[in-house]
């Protein structure tokens, strides 16, 4: 692949990837292979990140434990003791091929503020200009449910968005997503290429090892993130990582035809037929691994935006109307008169999520000023605390000096502080029948 395009690939491998359900042990074969795969790209010219799940299931091994404990103190000192062996392992891997690596160990705290954020994107960006392939893992050791990313494959998705990602490969024990689950049903169909997510028909029922977070899933939540901002998403056999050299080798190759193409010395035929078969020559598509994949946005999510929406664990709700919701999709900020109801305590510059539900014309005999679920349509940095806003809820900006005394803005969100979720608008997906 000397001399294509230079890329940047995420790879994310799951606990089952890296070590073995049963014994603990890691399966150094596929690790092997990984490193081997991850170098090859590298002196290919393409930039190389890896999301490495299996603390846990390394220090449990390290400390002779056969099952992953439920009580969280005790699986955070577990991850403390295996991700230093696991580094470890990894580096002496890498030191094989005199290859460099990093650690960077996040949770969702690392990047809620907008300057670490930045800083994070920095050092990604750094590293890999030094010729460092970074190793990402969540800082279980530390994180909680408030600031946890949940899972690897979620961790992975914003990783791929912070770094500009090409490709993102989600690394998993069957070669692609199935409309029915493969393992039970022999009519099972390969869903190879998905560009609408908000249609996909897929079995999903795998929940991951008995010793990780994630499951398939996860894996399309992932996808749907990294989508957003650009990142071509796949999803592939572990056992065998030779297969992301192939998918990307397989991708980049553009004939103007899928299978075969037919040249001369002189460029593609237009008249094929004119020319005795001794002067063509007829050149085959590499054929590609089994996979899913995941066509991105055209229209990706800017840095900005998706930080807003996926880097920052919101702390309550706003609920708007529909005038305010129409206000905020034609770049408007949110004045308070849309603001319909508030949910949850939080404080000045915290993020929110931004519910718009229909307002009724009479509040009801409980006092609800609206009806029905609500739809989640974004996410926003607000200018007031919760019960600031719960005091000027729909009213007029020039009325809030009158009800708090103050008023440090005429907005409850400005606009730059707002990002909204795109809707799905590409109509077909999958390419197969499901």
């Not at 029922?205 to 399309?220: N, Q, Y």
């Not at 719960?390 to 907005?411: C, F, P």
Request: contains cysteine.
């Amino acid at each position: 692949m000397k001399g294509a395009k230079s890329l940047t690939i995420v790879i994310k491998l799951g606990t089952s990837s890296i070590v073995d359900e049963k014994t603990l042990e890691p399966l150094l074969s596929i690790l092997t292979l990984i490193v081997e795969t991850a170098v090859k790209l590298h002196k290919d010219g393409h930039k190389v990140i890896i999301v490495s799940s299996g603390a846990v299931g390394v220090g449990l091994l390290r400390m002779d434990l056969n099952k992953r404990p439920k009580h969280l103190p005790r699986v955070q000192a577990l991850a403390a003791i295996g991700q230093c062996r696991l580094i470890s392992l990894w580096d002496s891997l890498f030191a094989h091929f005199r290859q460099p690596i990093a650690q960077i160990l996040l949770t969702r705290n690392d990047i809620a503020d907008r300057t670490q954020y930045r800083n994070a994107c920095n050092t990604f960006a750094e590293l890999l200009e030094m010729g460092v392939i970074p190793i990402v893992n969540e800082n279980d050791t530390i994180a909680v449910s408030e600031i946890k990313f949940g899972d690897n494959d979620t961790l992975s998705a914003i990783t791929a968005a912070m770094v500009h990602a090409d490709y993102l490969f989600l690394m998993t024990d069957v070669d692609c997503l199935y409309n029915k689950n493969p393992r039970t049903n022999p009519d099972a169909k390969a869903i190879e290429v998905v560009e609408d997510i908000g249609l996909l028909e897929a079995d999903v029922s795998s929940a991951g090892s008995s010793l990780g977070t994630g499951g398939m899933s996860t894996k399309i939540v992932a996808a749907r993130l990294a989508t957003s901002a650009g990142v071509t998403t796949i999803i592939t056999r572990s056992s065998n990582p030779g297969n992301i050299a192939n998918i990307i080798r397989y991708l980049q190759s553009s004939p103007s035809s899928p299978g075969k193409t037919v040249e001369s010395a002189d460029g593609i035929l237009d008249e094929p037929l004119t020319r005795s078969i001794g002067e063509l020559k007829i050149e085959e598509k590499p054929a590609a691994p089994l996979h899913t994949r995941f066509i991105p946005s055209e229209s990706r999510i800017r840095d900005r935006y998706f930080w807003l929406l996926h880097g920052l664990a919101p702390h309550g709700a706003i609920y708007i109307d529909a005038g305010a919701h129409q206000a905020l999709a034609n770049k408007a900020g949110l004045l308070p008169v849309g603001v319909v109801d508030v949910e949850g305590t939080f404080a000045q510059q915290e993020a929110i999520r931004l519910v718009a539900v229909d307002r009724l014309s009479k509040p009801t005999a409980s006092g609800k000023h609206w009806e029905g679920a609500g739809t989640e349509v974004g996410r926003a940095l607000v200018n007031y605390s919760s019960g600031e806003i719960a005091r000027i809820k729909g009213v007029r900006s020039n009325e809030i000096q009158g009800l708090l005394g103050y008023a440090d803005s005429e907005y409850v969100a400005l606009r730059e502080n707002i990002s909204l979720f795109r809707k799905e608008s590409r109509p077909v997906t999958p390419s197969l029948e499901i």
